[in-house]
């Protein structure tokens, strides 16, 4: 009868043991996810910070070539296609 009462005792403690142990990986978890929600809202401002500075890049070689005037039809081709561009988002503005 003694060892069953020490068995008893035992799995209730190692019971209590394992309850705390998964608390503490839920507020793990949760701080984890709460890291991770932050991570993707800093990456997603730096993926809109390098598409501005590419948009100036793109913007400063075409703003020198223009001044270059030493090669019109490449002037043309990238004006053109920044026309494009524009078109197609007005076309997904407009739906």
């Not at 701080?31 to 800093?42: F, G, H």
Request: charged share 35%; glycine share 0%; aromatic share 8%.
């Amino acid at each position: 009868m003694a060892s069953f009462i020490s068995l008893y005792y035992d799995i209730e403690h190692k019971i209590k043991q394992a309850t705390l142990y998964i608390k503490e990986l839920r507020i793990q978890n949760r701080q984890l996810q709460e890291e991770n929600d932050a991570s993707k809202i800093e990456l997603i401002q730096w993926q809109q910070t390098a598409k501005e500075w590419q948009d100036k890049y793109n913007l400063l070689t075409i703003t020198q070539t223009i001044l270059k005037k030493e090669d019109k039809q490449e002037t043309k081709k990238k004006i053109n296609d920044l026309v494009r561009e524009i078109n197609r988002c007005i076309e997904i503005l407009n739906k």
